[in-house]
Antibody, heavy 123, light 106 residues
């Protein structure tokens, strides 16, 4: 059973960089066919996709955040990470990591999720 | 970006009721539509992918249909554990986008 767990600071100051890590267990992030993604949810709001990294290292980011986002994989630790620079109060949200699977017909879907971690941007 | 609009935003129902939630895309997404269930303080859980394929382990009272721009999630007989928020998500075109959610309340 694949499990994902987010970790990182719960409080970040405005203009600084938010850094989160997702530790994956029960499967290797370097095994073929999966992408590793970050999604966030502002308090009381819907879900917003941030971006993903394919196991080969290619990335795809939401254009609304692209200039500030980096997603990377650490295959030695079976982890992937999110950095979001120049944060403001608008980046306060619960951040989820998730695995993207793809079926034979090209349909992508988030099938495993971490529990989520609240990050508050405040001085 | 493709806008995903769910209706209703919330609904009240009773155990045993048949519940239908609609999701409309702002442009055609073929069948690249997924449904998730989320309970307060928890991560979303995948229910249905590719519009109608039931994720392993999800009860058969959940079903999905639709293609193009209009999709439906149906719960055939609502159970106490089904009271939650349901969200649709398109994976046809980047950026992936979600609906605003439908809260199913008692």
């Amino acid at each position: 059973q694949v499990q994902l767990q987010e970790s990182g600071p719960g409080l970040v100051k405005p203009s600084q960089t938010l850094s989160l890590t997702c530790t994956v267990s029960g499967g290797s992030i370097s095994s073929g066919g999966y992408s590793w993604s970050w999604i966030r949810q502002h308090p009381g709001k819907g879900l917003e996709w941030i971006g993903y990294m394919y196991y080969t290292g290619s990335t795809n980011y939401n254009p609304s955040l692209k200039s500030r986002v980096t997603i990377s994989l650490d295959t030695t630790k079976n982890q992937f990470s999110l950095t979001l620079s120049s944060v403001t109060a608008a980046d306060t949200a619960v951040y989820f990591c998730a695995r993207i699977s793809r079926n034979d017909y090209g349909a992508n879907y988030f099938d495993y999720w971490g529990q989520g971690t609240l990050v508050t941007v405040s001085s | 970006d493709i806008q995903m609009t769910q209706s209703p935003s919330s609904l009240s129902a009773s155990v045993g009721d048949r519940v239908t939630i609609t999701c409309r895309a702002s442009q055609t997404i073929s069948g690249f539509l997924n449904w998730y269930q989320q309970k307060p303080g928890k991560a979303p859980k995948l229910l249905i992918y590719a519009a109608y394929i039931l994720q392993t382990g999800v009860p058969s009272r959940f079903s999905g249909s639709g293609s193009g721009t209009d999709f439906t999630l149906t719960i055939s007989s609502l159970q106490p554990e089904d009271f939650a928020t349901y969200s649709c998500q398109q994976s046809s075109t980047s950026p992936y986008t979600f609906g605003q959610g439908t809260k199913v309340e008692i």
